[in-house]
T-cell receptor, first 118, second 114 residues
Framework: DAGVIQSPRHEVTEMGQEVTLRCKPI?????LFWYRQTMMRGLELLIY????????DSGMPEDRFSAKMPNASFSTLKIQPSEPRDSAVYFC????????????????FGPGTRLLVL | KQEVTQIPAALSVPEGENLVLNCSFT??????LQWFRQDPGKGLTSLLL?????REQSSGRLNASLDKSSGRSTLYIAASQPGDSATYLC?????????????FGTGTRLKVLA
């Protein structure tokens, strides 16, 4: 298996521009997670999906952030408009959990997208 | 509110040393605790997962212990090697109204010197 695939790996954009990050989870995994990692705040969960349905989006910082999972093999995280404080590494992870309430299963992380907003 | 703390924040040791990384959490009602490794510029890799009913979990030179009552976990690395250099994070799930999310510690940045 190729693991969790994220694109792009690096993104540099100007303030105010729309940014779309993409994730392909491991085939057969039912849960997908978007995280943000910064030096100041560490690793934070933004949103997670189970069976393509958003379960908990309480970590999404504000309305500028949105996430979708149109099918089991693809998810996007969109920032519009982007701001310099959004600069961070964004990770996608997936787990085989079938119910979204099985926290004993490990998560498999993608390599991340390093975002820089100028 | 669950808070996860890791001490030390950074550690530099000579090759061959045995070392201990610490993780503390404030709410002892956890389902499990996971230790992850993060290499520079890479994602996280799960090392060990300890269920709440377990006290220890091992894999190769790694041994993780869990003491729920005191809110602590340790990751023991035996005979450290330069290839062990990475950031190590612990995480516990936070359950709210049937959903869950992992709360991560800030990590311990380990450097093993050849």
């Amino acid at each position: 298996d190729a693991g969790v695939i994220q694109s792009p790996r690096h993104e540099v954009t100007e303030m105010g521009q729309e940014v779309t990050l993409r994730c392909k989870p491991i085939s057969g995994h039912n849960s997908l997670f978007w995280y943000r990692q910064t030096m100041m705040r560490g690793l934070e969960l933004l949103i997670y999906f189970n069976n393509n349905v958003p379960i908990d989006d309480s970590g999404m910082p504000e309305d500028r952030f949105s996430a979708k999972m149109p099918n089991a093999s693809f998810s996007t995280l969109k920032i519009q408009p982007s701001e310099p404080r959004d600069s961070a590494v964004y990770f996608c992870a997936s787990s085989p959990s079938g119910t979204g309430a099985t926290p004993w299963e490990t998560q498999y992380f993608g390599p991340g997208t390093r975002l820089l907003v100028l | 509110k669950q808070e996860v703390t890791q001490i030390p924040a950074a550690l530099s040791v000579p090759e061959g040393e045995n070392l201990v990384l610490n993780c503390s959490f404030t709410d002892s009602a956890i389902y499990n605790l996971q230790w992850f490794r993060q290499d520079p510029g890479k994602g996280l890799t799960s090392l060990l997962l300890i269920q709440s009913s377990q006290r220890e979990q091992s894999s190769g030179r790694l041994n993780a212990s869990l003491d729920k009552s005191s809110g602590r976990s340790t990751l023991y690395i035996a005979a450290s090697q330069p290839g062990d250099s990475a950031t190590y994070l612990c995480a516990v799930p936070l359950t709210t109204s049937g959903t869950y999310k992992y709360i991560f510690g800030t990590g311990t940045r380990l450097k093993v010197l050849a």
